[in-house]
C-alpha cells in the first residue's frame, strides 16, 4: 500500500518540478539576445538574407551555359497529300498524281547549350545583385534595431507594472487601516461622516487601479514574450527591478559619442535606394547595346509506320547545328530615351532624399540627447519630489490623527503622493526607452 502511494507522489513532484523549469528568467541583456535569435521578424529577415543570395546566384546563372533537352513524338493520323504530275510516273500529260511522302509516326531527341556571350542588362543585372543583398542585410540589421527597441519598452513596461502593483497595494493596505480607524472614531461620536465618506472615494479609486494595475502586468507580460518569440503563456521570470536597471541606463558619456552617419540604418537603406536607382538608370542605358548568343543543337530523328522507336531495330538520324544570334537596336520610336530619362530623374530623386534623411537624422540625434537628458533630469526631480510627498503625506497623516488637519487636506496629500508615485516609475521607464532611441541612432 506504501509503494502505491509513494509513486503517484513522486510523479506529482515530477511533474510540479518540470512545469517549474518551464518558466525562464531573463536580465534585459538576456531577453534581448534571445529576442535576437527567436523573434518572428528576426527569423524571417535572416530567410530574407538567405532568399537574396539565391537571387544573386539565380541572376548570375542567366549568362553562364545552359542546357536544355526536348524529345518529340507526332503521329500523323491522316498523311498530307501532295499532287506530282502523272507523266512523271508514265501517265497523261496534265493530269496529276496523288502521292504522300514519308512514315506517319516521327520521333525527334534534341540537346541544345546556348552560351551568351554579351548583354549589356546582364552586366548591370549581376553588378545591382550586390546592391540587393547589402539592402538586404541592412534591413536584417534595421529589423534587429526594432526587436531590441520592442524588448526593451516590454522589459521596462513588465517591471512598471510589476512596482505599480505592488504600490497600489501598499497605498491599498494604508488607506483601509485609515478608513477603519477614522469609521471607529465616527462611530464613537469623536469624528464626521464627510471624513469617512472621502477616504472611501480614495480606496475604491485605488482599488480600481490595482485590478487594472494586476491585468495589465499579465498583458505587458505577454506582449514580452510575443517580443522574444516565445509562446504567450510562458511565465517569464524577469532578474532585474525597474530601479537597478534605470541606475545602469544612466551613462552620460553618450553624449560625447562619435556620430558616422554612414553608419545609421536608416542612412544604409535610403543609400541603398540609391544604388537601386543608380542600376535602374544604367539598366536603361544598356537597353541601347547589341546582345549576342551562340547555340550548339545536335539531335536525332527516326520514322517508322508503327510506334515501334524503342526497338533496336529502328534507324536514327542525327543532326547537329552551330549558330550566333545577334540582336542590334535599332530604332524604338524615343522610347528608349523616354524609359533612360525616366531613370534618370528617378535617380535625381533618390539623392535628394539622400540629403533629406541626412539632415534628418542629424535633427533626430539632437533630439534623442535632448530627451535623454530630459528624462535622467526628469527622473532625478521625480526621485526627489516623491521623497517629498511622502513626508508630506506622513505628516498629514499624523496631523489628521491629532486632529490637526482635515480630511481634505489628508485626501489632497493622498494624491499628490500617488501622481510622485506614478512620475517616479514612468521616468525610469522613459530613460531606459530613451537611451535606447539614442543609441539606435548611433547604432551603438
Known sequence: MRKYIIIPIFLFLWTFSIAQDASSSYSLDEAIAYALENNYSAINAERDIIAAQKQKWETIAEGLPQISGAVSYQNQLKQPVSLIPAEFFGGEPGTFQPITFGQPQQANATATLKQQIFDGSYIVGVQATKAFLDYSQN?????????????????????????????????????????????????????????????????????????????????????LNLSMGLPLEDNTILKEDLDDLTQKQIDLTLMDSDFVIENNVDYKLVYNLNEQRYFEHKLARSRALPTLNAFVNYGSSAFSDNFDFLSGDIEWYDSSVLGFDLNIPIFSSLKRSASTQRAKIALEKAKTELTETEERIRLQLEQAKSNYILAIEEYETSKQNLGLAERIERKNEVKYQEGLATSFELNQAQRQLYTAQNNYLQSMVDVINRKTELETILNN
Open 139 to 223: 534591413y536584417k540589421e534595421k529589423t534587429e534595431q526594432e526587436v531590441i527597441r520592442a524588448v526593451v519598452e516590454a522589459y521596462g513596461n513588465v517591471l512598471l507594472s510589476i512596482e505599480s502593483t505592488e504600490i497600489l497595494e501598499q497605498n491599498k493596505a494604508s488607506l483601509e487601516k485609515n478608513l477603519f480607524e477614522t469609521q471607529k472614531l465616527y462611530e464613537n461620536g469623536l469624528g464626521d461622516e464627510e471624513s469617512v465618506e472621502q477616504l472611501q472615494i480614495t480606496l475604491s479609486s485605488i482599488e480600481n487601479l490595482l485590478k487594472n494595475s494586476i491585468r495589465l502586468k499579465k498583458i505587458t507580460l505577454q506582449i
